[in-house]
């Protein structure tokens, strides 16, 4: 009797809350993040590169923005934090998640209590948290080596944006795996997708350099606005908080659209077979 009483009473043990699982996830992901070679070099060291080589050939001319002109060194620090922060929360994650999707790792997790929303937000939690050092390294090269600084009330405005761009970033790039169906073709179509904007949101050239309907172009695409975030933060002449309100709006919702396509059509099996 006792014994049937113990079974009876044993209940199935209690599966961690999604606030503890994410926080146990987002662990992983960082420390498989800093290790891995590769990634820590096309997030973190490509962009400082991108940086030295953009500020240093342009760094006689000027550009303009609202209140006057600016070295054109100081316009491409915020545009490469821009093009850091994609590459963390889109490049990096698409290639990844496609990885392990594919190689069967995430059909394995299946049978773990990690959900897709648990994954999908402590992937975007990563991509915030890279993003940060990242950008920290970038002010600091293009503070003392440029003279790029940010206007003291500006601060928040960028920490802001960035925090912004990188989780609607990561939705997007948890979103653009479901077009991906091979680890192989997922590099080459994020950089399909990716390069292109690049050049016409005004990241690799000038957008006071850019054919008007170019910009109109890339005004439907959120590259664009983070761009444009970006560079209100550090605009000198700004009195204001530094906040691109609408930029920031069109990015979140960029962002909340690619979550819902990330959580629909999230798959944990591999596609290409």
Known sequence: MTRLTARA???????????????HQLRYDLLAF???GQARFFTLALPVAFLFIFATVFQS?????PGGLIHTSVYYVPGIIALGVISAAVSNLAVSVTAQRESGILKRRRATPVSA???ISSRALTAAAVSLVMTGVLVAIGWFAYSARIPA????????????????????GFALTSLIRSADSAQPII???????????????ASA???HWLLQIAGFFPIRHFELA????YDPYSSGSGFAGPDLLIMAAWGAAGLLIAIRRFRWTPQSR
């Open 117 to 119: 929303g648990v994954l």
């Open 209 to 211: 350099l850019l054919p």
């Open 191 to 205: 950089a399909a997708v990716t390069l292109p904007l690049y050049f016409i949101s005004g990241i690799f050239v």
């Open 153 to 172: 009330g500006h601060v928040l405005a960028l920490v802001v944006t960035v925090l912004v761009g990188a989780a609607s970033f990561g939705c997007l």
């Open 61 to 65: 001319k000027t550009v303009p923005v």
């Open 34 to 36: 800093f290790r891995n």
């Open 230 to 233: 970006l560079l209100a933060a």
């Open 9 to 23: 009473t044993t209940q199935p043990a209690a599966v961690p809350r999604p606030a503890t699982l994410t926080a």
